[in-house]
């Protein structure tokens, strides 16, 4: 059974910098296209980005205009969500999922199939 649990989020403040992380057990992550999501209160979940298998490609939602950066580590079988300069309108609770079957890049929000419990990010002004 495949898990995916997320880690490192927390209180910040506008500017900081936070590393999220995604462990996956029960597979090689080789076997996923690794994706980030977001959710705040009240609002629907938005992409946030996703990486390949390979670690080699990379596609983010043009709101974020480079502040976050997403990598892989085959070793670890974990993915990472590195936020930079992060602003209020960042906070919200944060998943990681994975892709085991894709149609085209990057996959539709509908293709993945494993997802984390979440992680809550929290940016003061």
């Known amino acids: 059974q495949v898990q995916l649990v997320e880690s490192g989020g927390g209180l910040v403040q506008a500017g900081d910098s936070l590393r999220l992380s995604c462990a996956v057990s029960?597979?090689?992550?080789?076997?996923?296209?690794m994706g980030w999501f977001r959710q705040a209160p009240g609002k629907e979940r938005e992409f946030v980005g996703v990486?390949?298998?390979?670690?080699?490609?990379?596609y983010y939602q043009n709101f974020l205009k480079g502040r976050f950066t997403i990598s892989r580590s085959t070793a670890l079988n974990t993915v990472y969500l590195q936020m930079n300069s992060l602003r209020p309108e960042d906070a919200a609770v944060y998943y990681c999922a994975a892709v085991e079957v894709e149609s085209t890049w990057p996959p539709p929000t509908n293709e993945y199939k494993y997802w984390g419990q979440g992680t809550q990010v929290t940016v003061s002004s």
């Open positions: 029960g597979r090689t992550i080789r076997a996923y296209i």
């Open positions: 990486i390949n298998r390979s670690g080699t490609s990379t």
